[in-house]
């Protein structure tokens, strides 16, 4: 596609829902990264894959959160039983390779609002 | 582990202002470094970013950074800012080693009021 792609743009739950989050990075990247940004705080490192080698999780808060991705295409971000601290925006990236040299592209991110 | 400072939190200037914005990173190693912009209602995008040779890099829309790795600094600047540089804009480093996320700064507000 034209460029990274997240869906939902927002997302409302109620404490303790898990809530699945959707990226779908550019056609061709193989590398793909999730981010959090809660309020006033700049983007924190969740997650990223790099075609089909294991996924680099140091980022991950907890074990509530999980993220698959099938070869080069789409992710998934799992968050269970949602925390009212888990409200954030979660941006995805894509790039072509997940080299220390390389520019990633952002998606408009998912706003997530745990009540 | 790395960390990025970014000392302004909300920065308010008039149209035809200069802007300098301070990025200062904590790493010993080799580093490359970013600034992305994210403008009202759109997402991140690259503004600009160093990899190494010329420490005075030239991006988009008449910003500069100059890395000083003596000061582990990669301060933003553009000589005239314009309305239309309201936006958010964030200093990002990782290690140049392999593969490697980036890690951000907390990113500062610009709001630039005609």
Redesign the interface.
Same mark, same amino acid.
Request: proline residues 4%; charged residues 10%; hydrophobic residues 35%.
């Given at each position: 596609g034209a460029g990274v792609s997240q869906s939902p743009s927002n997302k409302v739950t109620e404490k303790g829902k898990d809530v699945e989050l959707r990226c779908d990075p550019i056609s061709g990247h193989t590398a793909l990264y999730w981010y959090r940004q809660r309020l006033g705080q700049g983007l924190e490192f969740l997650i990223y894959f790099q075609g089909n080698s294991a996924p680099d999780k140091s980022g991950l808060p907890s074990d509530r959160f999980s993220a698959e991705r099938t070869g080069e295409s789409v992710s998934t971000l799992t968050i269970q039983r949602t925390q009212q601290e888990d409200s954030a925006v979660y941006l995805c990236a894509s790039s072509t390779q997940a080299v220390a040299k390389n520019i990633q592209y952002f998606g408009a991110g998912t706003r997530l609002s745990v009540l | 582990a790395q960390s990025?400072s970014?000392h302004n939190h909300h920065v308010i200037l008039s149209e035809a202002a200069s802007l300098e914005l301070g990025c200062n990173y904590s790493y010993g190693g080799t580093v *490359?470094l970013f600034w992305?912009v994210q403008y009202p209602g759109?997402?991140?995008?690259?503004l600009l !970013?160093y990899?190494s040779g010329d420490p005075l890099v030239k991006g988009i829309k008449g910003f500069e950074a100059e890395f000083i790795k003596s000061k582990f600094s990669f301060n933003l600047r553009k000589p005239s800012v314009q309305w239309s540089d309201t936006a958010e804009y964030?200093c990002?480093v *990782?290690?140049?080693?392999?593969?490697?996320?980036?890690?951000?700064? !907390?990113?500062t507000r610009l709001s630039v009021i005609a």
């Open positions: - | 990025v970014q *490359n992305y759109q997402h991140l995008q690259l !970013k990899f964030f990002a *990782n290690a140049d080693s392999g593969n490697t996320p980036l890690v951000f700064g !907390k990113g």
